[in-house]
């Protein structure tokens, strides 16, 4: 080989290793750049979405369904796929503005929702699906905002919320608000102070409304709920009582918190409206003279039911237990009730809208050898409400009619409506959607948080909302719920024979 030919094999050969160390170079950058995305889709639920954030197990934070139907749980599967075309097709109008469902959307080991927030998601969809009918203005995009199951992850929904009220398509009213518990009120006033207006759904404790009066804090401005409280369903399950005489005697069964250990204000709310003469029912727990807190941490519930069942058998058997507890723990204690040594008497458990989650077929709920009945006043009972009874049902079929049909080639169980949520996060969405038309001024502007806020306590007179529950008002005052018509007692279980 000639020194020419040596030098060019040198300079070929030289050239071959930079550019195969440049390709091992890029290999290794772009396996670092991939492990680095993949920290950081870890970080947000597997997604790109930096306002979802996983934590503890679970997702939380914002989405508009986009993030694939599965973010918070394979459930959601049916109602994400549909939300996510929705919007799709909103956010490429002309103008449009967003409204957030927020509350405990995923299920975890201190979770007191069970599956009845896919209801809830479902029922909402329904709503922003007719808003969005035809030719009118703004469109609405629905984002759901998961505070976690426990709402421990409230503040940083929370503050991303508050983040969204700018263009486009500027948030203007939250709904849902979650569970009556601490949490939920800090959000509310924190969503308040920033003049975002709140149309609750499910929360049914006195005083988380507009006067704050739930923990003696502050004023929530922009909180309105359309739920029947905790007070109004006791004195029409009061009511009922009356008609049966030979019940003279009740126990008082509460727990006071939350799994997480801060105070469950419906539980809390149920027991205060419970002694407070205005419901009726004080004289019966003053018969009685019985009264028990249970704890629901660490497992407790289980124990503690069993024991207090057994002192529910003595020199005062009571006719009737107020249970001021969740619905998550009401099977077991139905089920000690059956298994105490005085089962053969009849009692009547009376107890809140928490209770429409119970299974009808629940064995403690079927034995005429214990005899156990339940009454509670449902938020929305489908029954009920389709009923030619109530003035409203047309309102209530044509939901129920809706909700069946395929929706962006997707259908819902319509199982789901038996719980009340799917109803009741319908009508708080209606609600918010009603409010933000009125609010627009002038033509093809989007309103401002103040404007909607404002036309939320004023619906009043001939300015009423038609949502499935029936048609209701607000209360300007308290920005509670006004119905047409009073709430109906349901009774579960094996009347006294």
């Known amino acids: 080989m000639t020194a020419v030919a040596l030098a060019l094999a040198l300079i070929a050969g030289g050239q071959w290793w930079h550019t195969e160390q440049k390709k091992t170079k890029a290999a290794a950058e772009r396996a670092h750049q991939q492990q680095l995305d993949a920290q950081e889709r870890e970080k947000h639920c597997g997604t790109t979405n930096p306002l979802l954030t996983t934590a503890g197990g679970e997702c939380s934070g914002i989405t508009d369904g986009s993030d694939g139907p599965g973010v918070f749980g394979p459930g959601y599967e049916p109602a994400l796929t549909a939300l996510n075309a929705e919007n799709t097709a909103v956010v490429g109008t002309d103008g449009y503005v967003t409204v957030a469902l927020m509350g405990p959307l995923t299920q975890g080991p201190k979770s007191l929702t069970g599956d009845r927030a896919v209801h809830q998601v479902e029922g909402a969809f329904i709503a922003v699906r007719k808003a969005n009918e035809g030719n009118t203005y703004p469109k609405i995009r629905l ?107 009740a126990a008082l069964v509460s727990a006071p918190t939350t799994p997480t250990g801060t105070p469950d204000f419906y539980t809390n709310s149920i027991e205060k409206a419970a002694q407070n003469p205005a419901t009726g029912l004080l004289p019966y727990l003053q018969a009685g003279g019985i009264s028990f807190n249970f704890e629901v941490r660490g497992g407790a519930a289980q124990t503690s039911l069993d024991t207090i069942s057994k002192n529910l058998c003595g020199k005062v058997t009571p006719d009737l237990v107020v249970y001021a507890g969740r619905a998550t723990y009401l099977p077991t204690f139905l089920e000690k009730l059956r298994q105490r040594q005085c089962r053969t008497t009849p009692i009547t458990v009376v107890t809140g809208s928490d209770a429409a989650t119970l299974d009808r077929k629940l064995p403690a709920l079927n034995d005429p050898g214990a005899p ?27 939901f129920a009619d809706d909700f069946g049909r395929a929706h962006h080639g997707q259908t819902f169980d319509t199982g789901h409506l038996a719980s009340g949520w799917a109803v009741m996060a319908h009508d708080a ?69």
Not at 222 to 248: C, D, F, M, Y
Not at 380 to 387: E, R, V, W, Y
Not at 450 to 477: K, M
Request: proline share 8%.
């Open 143 to 249: 984002v759901l905002a998961n505070m976690g199951s426990d709402e421990s992850h409230w503040p940083g929904v929370v503050d991303r919320l508050k983040k969204m009220t700018g263009p486009p398509g500027p948030l203007v009213a939250v709904t849902g608000m979650g569970l009556s518990q601490q949490e939920s009120v800090d959000a509310a006033r924190s969503l308040s102070a920033a003049s975002i207006p709140m149309v609750g759904d499910v929360i049914t404790a006195n005083g988380f409304d507009t006067t704050g009066s739930i923990d003696a804090g502050t004023r929530i401005e922009g909180l309105v709920r359309v739920a029947p409280n905790t007070s109004a369903q006791l004195q029409a399950i009061s009511q009922e009582l009356r008609k049966h005489p030979e019940l003279k005697t």
């Open 372 to 398: 156990i009945s339940v009454l509670y006043v449902p938020l929305a009972d489908p029954g009920q409400l389709a009923s030619d009874a109530n003035p409203d049902h047309s309102l209530y079929r044509d």
């Open 429 to 497: 969405v209606v609600t918010a959607a009603l409010a933000i038309r009125h609010a627009i001024n002038p033509p093809q502007t989007p309103p401002t948080v103040y404007a909607v806020r404002a036309q939320l306590y004023l619906f009043a007179t001939t300015n009423v909302i038609e949502g499935a529950s029936g048609i209701f008002r607000i209360d300007p005052q308290t920005g509670n719920r006004n119905g047409t018509h009073d709430p109906q007692v349901v009774r579960l279980g094996t009347p006294a024979a």
